[in-house]
């Protein structure tokens, strides 16, 4: 199998760390390469980091309401750094009324409180294979 | 892949040809050969490839961070190859070194790429060596490799560096006396890391007789505290005054010629090992012993033609 290289990443101040380590592990035991760059970072940081590693997807956690602005932020920072090809994912605790706008931000996919991890995984899978498909 | 493109963008420095330049060559695609080929011989002549190894937890990532500083305040592009494990039961990885050095992301000269073993801790070697040689060709004048060793397999990775600190704690106690014999062939340099905590002075001492030579024992142990950037000047100015003694004397380059056979025969036997698995998609059952059904499938492959471009 394609090896994928994905980043997890906490934009913003809360340090609730717990549901972007458990959805980092899942990938990892579920095949992928998974850069973990921890809690409080910068859209531009998060950005960064994705170029470096090359990675073929962004994941975000955001357990605090901050991902209304914070996950637009990141998309506008790949699109700035040249990169708009790499896909953003993101979960947490997003209330399902914040999701269309999400959406229409540029995000490709939101996981909500309930969304199984099999359903995540799949939707990384894809999001990579796509994002692979790309390159030339 | 345009290889002429990716070629200009990483010698001109750029992050994403860089990083798409390393994925080339990691995931052995087409035209790996042609870009390695293409780099610059001067740069990855003038880089220091600087192995930073020992047991997890022993302030590795830390020091990493710190050294980086250090080099980026002498206005020195720098780069940074952080390998962890695979996961041996599902091949990923969860790859967590760049946390430690996040204070360096937006720092367009400094370039981290976190790589994962691939259970391929030979097959790595290969893969490791092209990274920090396209590091060196886009302008790094240090790359840095940091890898956890403890064992002898690790150790091999280690033999890409043109010089290897050993980083060691307090509370290591067991790993660091069994691998204390083996120390001189690995290491140029011992750091006692973590001098803050009980027991760092006794483990300077203890790693003290490792060495004979007490002009050794002054030059060659160095004492931080990564945490709190304390003693890494210092870790720098030994480490530069290793590499001109070891570029004048000639150890630089023999190493160097080390690193290439390693690199070499790392790479064949990832190529025949990818035929051999081809070849082994029809069992060959005609032979009782699997030794036996080997030779046979060595044999084979020595009278193959090789088809270069499936590689
Ligand atoms: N007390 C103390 N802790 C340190 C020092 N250097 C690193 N650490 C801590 O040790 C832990 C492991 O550090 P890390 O750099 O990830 O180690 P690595 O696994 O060898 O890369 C972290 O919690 C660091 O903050 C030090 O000099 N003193
Ligand atoms: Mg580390």
Same mark, same amino acid.
């Given at each position: 199998?394609?090896?994928?290289?994905?980043?997890?990443?906490?934009?913003?101040?809360?340090?609730?760390?717990?549901?972007?380590?458990?959805?980092?592990?899942?990938?990892?035991?579920?095949?992928?390469?998974?850069?973990?760059?921890?809690?409080?970072?910068?859209?531009?940081?998060?950005?960064?980091?994705?170029?470096?590693?090359?990675?073929?997807?962004?994941?975000?956690?955001?357990?605090?309401?901050?991902?209304?602005?914070?996950?637009?932020?990141?998309?506008?920072?790949?699109?700035?750094?040249?990169?708009?090809?790499?896909?953003?994912?993101?979960?947490?605790?997003?209330?399902?009324?914040?999701?269309?706008?999400?959406?229409?931000?540029?995000?490709?996919?939101?996981?909500?409180?309930?969304?199984?991890?099999?359903?995540?995984?799949?939707?990384?899978?894809?999001?990579?294979?796509?994002?692979?498909?790309?390159?030339? | 892949?345009?290889?002429?493109?990716?070629?200009?963008?990483?010698?001109?420095?750029?992050?994403?040809?860089?990083?798409?330049?390393?994925?080339?060559?990691?995931?052995?695609?087409?035209?790996?050969?042609?870009?390695?080929?293409?780099?610059?011989?001067?740069?990855?002549?003038?880089?220091?490839?600087?192995?930073?190894?020992?047991?997890?937890?022993?302030?590795?990532?830390?020091?990493?961070?710190?050294?980086? &500083?250090? %080099?980026?305040?002498?206005? #020195? +592009?720098?780069?940074?190859? !952080?390998? @962890? $494990?695979?996961?041996? /039961?599902?091949? &990923?990885? %969860?790859?967590?070194?760049? #946390? +430690?050095?996040?204070?360096? !992301?937006? @720092? $367009?000269?400094?370039? /981290?790429?976190?790589?994962?073993?691939?259970?391929?801790?030979?097959?790595?070697?290969?893969? !490791?060596?092209?990274?920090?040689?396209?590091?060196?060709?886009?302008?790094?004048?240090?790359?840095?490799?940091?890898?956890?060793?403890?064992?002898?397999?690790?150790?091999?990775?280690?033999?890409?560096?043109?010089?290897?600190?050993?980083?060691?704690?307090?509370?290591?106690?067991?790993?660091?006396?069994?691998?204390?014999?083996?120390?001189?062939?690995?290491?140029?340099?011992?750091?006692?890391?973590?001098?803050?905590?009980?027991?760092?002075?006794?483990?300077?001492?203890?790693?003290?007789?490792?060495?004979?030579?007490?002009?050794?024992?002054?030059?060659?142990?160095?004492?931080?505290?990564?945490?709190?950037?304390?003693?890494?000047?210092?870790?720098?100015?030994?480490?530069?005054?290793?590499?001109?003694?070891?570029?004048?004397?000639?150890?630089?380059?023999?190493?160097?010629?080390?690193?290439?056979?390693?690199?070499?025969?790392?790479?064949?036997?990832?190529?025949?090992?990818?035929?051999?698995?081809?070849?082994?998609?029809?069992?060959?059952?005609?032979?009782?012993?699997?030794?036996?059904?080997?030779?046979?499938?060595?044999?084979?492959?020595?009278?193959?033609?090789?088809?270069?471009?499936?590689?």
């Amino acid at each position: 199998m394609k090896k994928y290289r994905v980043l997890i990443g906490k934009p913003g101040l809360d340090g609730h760390d717990r549901g972007a380590k458990f959805i980092a592990r899942a990938l990892r035991d579920a095949g992928f390469e998974v850069i973990y760059t921890g809690i409080r970072r910068t859209p531009d940081e998060i950005a960064a980091a994705a170029i470096h590693e090359d990675v073929a997807a962004v994941g975000l956690s955001s357990m605090s309401g901050g991902h209304v602005r914070l996950f637009p932020a990141v998309v506008d920072a790949l699109s700035r750094a040249g990169a708009s090809d790499i896909p953003v994912l993101g979960g947490g605790i997003i209330p399902a009324e914040d999701v269309p706008a999400m959406i229409e931000a540029g995000i490709r996919q939101i996981f909500t409180p309930g969304t199984k991890v099999e359903t995540i995984i799949a939707a990384f899978t894809e999001a990579c294979a796509q994002q692979h498909g790309q390159r030339e | 892949m345009n290889i002429p493109h990716l070629l200009q963008q990483l010698h001109g420095g750029e992050a994403r040809g860089v990083a798409r330049a390393i994925s080339l060559v990691e995931d052995q695609l087409p035209g790996a050969e042609q870009l390695l080929a293409g780099l610059d011989r001067q740069r990855i002549e003038k880089v220091l490839i600087l192995g930073l190894t020992g047991p997890p937890g022993a302030g590795k990532s830390t020091l990493t961070g710190e050294l980086v &500083g250090v %080099l980026r305040r002498q206005d #020195i +592009r720098v780069g940074i190859i !952080a390998i @962890d $494990p695979s996961s041996p /039961i599902s091949g &990923g990885a %969860l790859l967590g070194d760049r #946390i +430690r050095m996040m204070q360096h !992301a937006l @720092d $367009p000269d400094v370039v /981290i790429r976190s790589m994962a073993t691939r259970g391929r801790l030979g097959g790595l070697c290969g893969s !490791a060596g092209a990274a920090a040689r396209i590091m060196a060709a886009s302008g790094c004048r240090v790359v840095i490799l940091e890898t956890v060793g403890i064992g002898q397999s690790e150790m091999d990775i280690v033999r890409l560096a043109d010089l290897t600190a050993l980083v060691l704690a307090p509370g290591f106690g067991d790993d660091i006396q069994a691998m204390k014999a083996g120390i001189l062939e690995v290491a140029d340099l011992l750091v006692v890391n973590k001098a803050d905590q009980a027991g760092a002075r006794r483990l300077q001492l203890d790693m003290g007789t490792v060495f004979s030579d007490p002009g050794d024992r002054e030059d060659r142990i160095c004492a931080t505290v990564a945490s709190e950037g304390a003693g890494i000047e210092t870790l720098m100015e030994r480490i530069f005054f290793f590499e001109q003694l070891y570029r004048q004397d000639g150890r630089l380059q023999e190493r160097r010629r080390r690193s290439f056979t390693l690199e070499t025969l790392d790479w064949a036997t990832e190529m025949v090992k990818a035929r051999l698995q081809e070849k082994m998609k029809t069992p060959r059952f005609e032979c009782v012993e699997p030794r036996q059904a080997a030779l046979e499938l060595v044999r084979g492959l020595v009278n193959e033609k090789v088809n270069y471009k499936k590689i």
